[in-house]
């Protein structure tokens, strides 16, 4: 059963937010210059401010229930999504999957452009059925009753798609978890997922580098993430600790999630609002806040370990489904050398791109875009 999905917030669930930012104790904190040690103190300050003075979250609000949003239940799990039916009587249904600490306002810009091409001087024919699911334990989609990491992810949504959906086949594309799910649909359930567009590289092949050039990607890969660790550690080892804060602290949660954003994104002079605007980071924290998913969204990381890691599974066998690539220069994932992507992926394209980071959706909207219509038409 699919249902129509409205996301009304009271303004008492509002105030009680603002006062809580209003109130934060910031004489208690050192203010250390810099991005270095974690989110800097003054744009922290700064954001919290505008924050409860002149954000606007009804503005918002209006925004998300301007598309066509909807819940349905699949294995005991309720999953909220956006749907966008194309104008093309011929259209491919096209999933587009978030990561963390991402949510479906990420697709907000790709949504009507691939839906509708010939609206922004494309062609009807062109256009895919898009559908845009809140991760479980995401957003506005419930959690499951424990921790489960992106493969068990990949088997509800592809339930989801085939079931719920009525989808017989699909594509689907994604960054971040977005990716992983994906690599797991196109691994477990290629029979119904037909081809993945992934815009960063999590899984890691079973039997490890080859060649020295790919030795020394991962070495340097380990090196590079010395920095990234910690955040991922806590949340794939005690979540729940870090929750019990994080539930009753905007800013805290503003915070832990404003670092990710800065950090791995392509920024002008170290600015993160020369990509981002005030409006959309807090939209994105809001959601994390207003439904409560701090805590089951981090699961994801505890369930990864247990499913075994970054890993594919010893007995492994390459990929088939075709498989675009979109690498993005500021990627805080680094792409490994081709040979070994190709002995995980069917690669059938790869594009090199000129600017962007991790949040390619955000960030090059127009670029990915490009790439999705390029890759999918072909397929």
Not at 95 to 118: D, T
Not at 139 to 147: D, E, L, R, W
Not at 293 to 309: H, L, M, Q, V
Request: with cysteine.
């Amino acid at each position: 059963m699919i249902r129509p999905f409205k996301l009304s917030v009271s303004q008492k669930t509002l105030n009680e937010i603002y006062k809580k930012v209003k109130k934060y104790p910031w004489n208690n904190i050192e203010n250390i210059h810099g991005w270095t040690h974690g989110t800097n103190y003054n744009y922290l300050k700064k954001i919290s401010k505008y924050w409860c003075t002149k954000f606007n979250w009804k503005k918002q609000e209006d925004k998300i229930n301007s598309f066509s949003n909807y819940v349905t239940n699949v294995n005991g799990v309720k999953i909220h999504f956006i749907k966008e039916k194309s104008s093309n009587p011929k259209s491919k249904p096209l999933l587009l999957l978030h990561g963390w600490p991402g949510s479906v306002v990420e697709f907000f810009k790709l949504i009507p452009r691939l839906a509708h091409p010939e609206k922004f001087g494309g062609k009807k024919e062109d256009g895919f059925d898009v559908i845009v699911p809140s991760l479980p334990g995401f957003g506005f989609s419930s959690s499951t009753k424990s921790p489960i990491g992106p493969r068990k992810m990949a088997k509800i949504i592809n339930k989801f798609m085939t079931n719920n959906l009525k989808y017989k086949n699909y594509f689907a594309q994604g960054g971040d978890w977005g990716a992983t799910i994906s690599n797991w649909l196109a691994y477990d359930h290629g029979k119904n997922c037909k081809a993945i567009h992934i815009n960063c590289l999590t899984m890691r092949h079973p039997r490890g580098p080859r060649t020295n050039k790919e030795k020394k990607w991962a070495i340097k890969f380990a090196k590079d993430q010395i920095m990234q660790d910690g955040y991922r550690t806590q949340q794939a080892t005690k979540p729940q600790s870090l929750s019990y804060a994080m539930i009753d602290s905007p800013v805290g949660t503003a915070a832990w999630i404003l670092e990710k954003f800065f950090s791995w994104s392509d920024l002008k002079k170290n600015n993160i609002e020369s990509v981002y605007s005030k409006d959309l980071l807090l939209t994105n924290i809001m959601i994390y806040i207003l439904s409560n998913s701090f805590n089951t969204s981090s699961w994801i990381y505890f369930g990864r370990r247990e499913e075994g890691g970054r890993c594919f599974p010893k007995n492994f066998k390459k990929i088939k489904v075709p498989t675009a690539i979109a690498e993005f220069p500021k990627e805080m994932s680094k792409w490994p050398p081709k040979s070994y992507v190709n002995r995980i992926f069917n690669v059938a394209r790869w594009t090199k791109m000129p600017r962007g980071g991790h949040f390619a959706a955000l960030e090059e909207p127009g670029l990915l875009i490009k790439d999705i219509k390029s890759f999918f038409k072909k397929i």
